[in-house]
Each structure stands twice: as structure tokens, then as C-alpha cells.
T-cell receptor
Framework: QQQVKQSPQSLIVQKGGISIINCAYE??????FPWYQQFPGKGPALLIA?????SEKKEGRFTISFNKSAKQFSLHIMDSQPGDSATYFC?????????????FGSGTRLSIRP | DAGVIQSPRHEVTEMGQEVTLRCKPI?????LFWYRQTMMRGLELLIY????????DSGMPEDRFSAKMPNASFSTLKIQPSEPRDSAVYFC????????????FGPGTRLTVT
């Protein structure tokens, strides 16, 4: 119940295309869903996050879509650029009662072809 | 502002030796996390502290691993004795308990045990 399942494991997208990464969770107590981006040789960094009271959040070319009833959420990268090539982790937090623990998905290695 | 500081950045050691990884969280943060990242297992939470107190160490692989946080500005992760399967990148992250849950990751320590 603590798992966050992420797919695909790897993704190749042409420059200018849309990259889509999907995640699913089981624990309905999760109330915070961030996406982290990691470049080679660096630690993960927060990219964008959403709470379950909204169905979509957009920041520039990055959009999170959230489906509470299906317990699924996804990251869409519009107009994908070579600089977006990185590993992306979805994650979920079990809520304030569990303090600040975040459960990470297994990661998606995204490659944008020029 | 300085981010999370980890040392050393790279460590090569022989099987059976003691290894100590160090972390300085962002000033003012009161939650600290230790993660291990490998190709096979992804990003694993080993242990986390709130206000210098260990909250959840269920991710610590075995008794060879131990972590301490003697004060708000310093934590160590120790492996004794080290084994080749401990080879991984170890990340430290910090956040502000009661804030927006964002975790700030350090640059990581790449550990190689031969």
C-alpha cells in the first residue's frame, strides 16, 4: 500500500513532441504528489507538485494531471527539448500525520532526440 | 544560500572496511533523509530524522548500517563492515517539517566497495 508504481521505465521522444509519464498509487492517505527531476551526476530536484484537491497543475511546459478516483497521476512535458533529458521520479507523501516522508516511484529515464 | 552538503563526493574502499558518509542539511531544516540509489533498486529511503530524532529506519538494509544525527547541522551514515553490494550513490536530503514537503537533495556520495 505504500508503493508508487511508475511507467514506462524509459522513454524516447522526438524534440518538440509530448512526453508522458504515468504513476499509480494505492494508499488513499497520500495527499501530496511531487515530481522530481534528476540529471546525471546530480541529486533529484523538485520539478512540480500537486495536491488531490485539483485535477491539473501547469507550470510552463510541465503539467501534472491527477485522477483521484483512479488513483493515478501523470506528468506531461509539452514541446520536449533535449535539455529535458533526465530521469523523472513521481512520488507521494502520506500526509502531515506521517510528517515528511515521501515515497518515490522507480523512475523513468527520458531521452529527447534532436 | 548553501544547499545540502555531502562528503566525500567519491569513496573507494575495500570490502570489510568501515565507511562514514557525512551530511550537512540546509540551515533551518529539521527533517533529514538518507537515500541509496542503484540501477537495480532505484531510489530507496534508508532512514529519516525529524528534529534530530530517528523516525523510520525500516529501510536500513541490515545491522551493518547505522545513522546518527547528533545535532541539527550534521548527520552521518556508517557502514561497517562494507561489502561490494553496498556500492551505490548515497544521497542526503533535508526539508522543513510542517512546510511544503519539498526535499532538497545533496549532490550524493558515490561509494565503490571492491
Amino acid at each position: 500500500q505504500q508503493q508508487v508504481k511508475q511507467s514506462p521505465q524509459s522513454l524516447i521522444v522526438q524534440k518538440g513532441g509530448i512526453s508522458i509519464i504515468n504513476c499509480a498509487y494505492e494508499n488513499t492517505a497520500f495527499d501530496y504528489f511531487p515530481w522530481y527531476q534528476q540529471f546525471p551526476g546530480k541529486g533529484p530536484a523538485l520539478l512540480i507538485a500537486i495536491r488531490p484537491d485539483v485535477s491539473e497543475k501547469k507550470e510552463g511546459r510541465f503539467t501534472i494531471s491527477f485522477n483521484k478516483s483512479a488513483k493515478q497521476f501523470s506528468l506531461h512535458i509539452m514541446d520536449s527539448q533535449p535539455g529535458d533529458s533526465a530521469t523523472y521520479f513521481c512520488a507521494a507523501s502520506p500526509g502531515y500525520s506521517s510528517a515528511s516522508k515521501i515515497i518515490f516511484g522507480s523512475g523513468t529515464r527520458l531521452s529527447i532526440r534532436p | 544560500d548553501a544547499g545540502v552538503i555531502q562528503s566525500p563526493r567519491h569513496e573507494v574502499t575495500e570490502m570489510g572496511q568501515e565507511v562514514t558518509l557525512r551530511c550537512k542539511p540546509i540551515s533551518g531544516h529539521n527533517s533529514l533523509f538518507w537515500y541509496r540509489q542503484t540501477m537495480m533498486r532505484g531510489l530507496e529511503l534508508l532512514i529519516y530524522f525529524n528534529n534530530n530524532v530517528p523516525i523510520d529506519d525500516s529501510g536500513m538494509p541490515e545491522d551493518r548500517f547505522s545513522a546518527k544525527m547528533p545535532n541539527a547541522s550534521f548527520s552521518t551514515l556508517k557502514i561497517q563492515p562494507s561489502e561490494p553490494r553496498d556500492s551505490a550513490v548515497y544521497f542526503c536530503a533535508s526539508s522543513f517539517l510542517g512546510g511544503d514537503y519539498e526535499q532538497y537533495f545533496g549532490p550524493g556520495t558515490r561509494l565503490t566497495v571492491t
